[in-house]
């Protein structure tokens, strides 16, 4: 038996028992293909029916938890009743929810200072791009010619030093991230909304939490057992997630069938 049957044979049990679900998800390279271009990262619409079908079940919560800004993120996915987090968990939003990081508000200022400072230099590196979110920055290199990223470097490193910016600097994909320097990552993100959703019923309630990215590695550690994580993509080996599915068409599958099995339960 696959992972994927493995868990929907769970799901089943335990809707039948009466139990409820919280399913959240990372958005690209989970829910959408990863993209050279990021903006043309659309979901699928089949795939956003069965998202909707999921937040609109009884006893059943969708939580979308990304890099991408909030507003961005809500209108790529643009399920009325699903709990979003943007800036990899920096704000939160969604029926009875609202929240975002005073320390990362606090730092808004730099993150424009910095923004500006990027989008005045990035025509010195032809390719460079710069997104600019409300919490975060992303500077994106996909088009740069390799022997030019150290000017990305360069150019990265005039921008963030002036003193008294706080700050943490990571790469992903063909991007660098700028965010707040807090105690917060999508790991407590995804903790906090398990909790506040976990309060609104006495019920008991099953956590799956489905991400490709390593910073999703911080919320298969947080959740742990008895969370269903799952690993999207087999490129690296290592994982915390306890399960694992090839790919997005595999994570989009499973999406299907969850879809398929609460819209049964609510029509019963």
């Known amino acids: ?12 049990e335990w809707l039948a028992e009466g139990g409820r679900v919280l399913l959240m998800s990372d958005y690209d390279g ?4 990863l993209v050279g271009e990021p903006s043309q990262a659309w979901l699928a619409p089949g795939v956003r029916d069965h998202l909707r079908a999921i937040a609109d079940a009884p006893g059943v919560r969708l939580t979308i938890i990304s890099g991408r800004d909030l507003v961005d993120l809500r209108a790529r996915v643009g399920v009325t009743d699903a709990i979003y987090a ?18 990362a508000e606090a730092q808004l200022d730099s993150l424009r200072m910095i923004s500006l400072a990027l989008n005045q230099r990035k ?4 390719g460079m791009r710069v997104e600019t979110k409300r919490l975060a920055l992303s500077v994106h290199y996909r088009d740069v010619a390799p022997e030019r990223m150290q000017a990305v470097e360069v150019e990265l490193a005039r921008a963030i030093q002036r003193k008294g910016h706080r700050l943490k600097i990571f790469h992903g994909s063909k991007v ?15 903790l906090w909304i398990r909790e506040t959703v976990e309060r609104q019923s006495p019920r008991p309630l099953m956590t799956l939490y489905m991400g490709d990215d390593w910073m999703d590695e ?15 993509g087999d490129r690296a080996p290592a994982s915390r997630a306890r399960y694992r599915l090839p790919d ?11 879809a398929g099995l609460v819209g049964v339960r609510g029509a019963a």
């Open 1 to 12: 038996m696959s992972d994927g049957d493995r868990i929907l044979a769970w799901v089943r």
């Open 30 to 33: 989970t829910l959408a293909p």
């Open 86 to 103: 943007g800036c990899h968990g920096l704000e939160v939003d969604g029926p009875d929810m609202a929240w975002s990081h005073p320390e």
């Open 123 to 126: 025509c010195a590196v032809e």
């Open 176 to 190: 660098i991230e700028i965010l707040p320097q807090v105690g917060w990552n999508k790991g407590e993100c995804a």
């Open 218 to 232: 911080y919320a298969f550690e947080a959740l742990a057992e008895p969370a269903v994580t799952i690993k999207i």
């Open 248 to 258: 997005v068409d595999a994570a989009q599958h499973l999406v299907g069938e969850l």
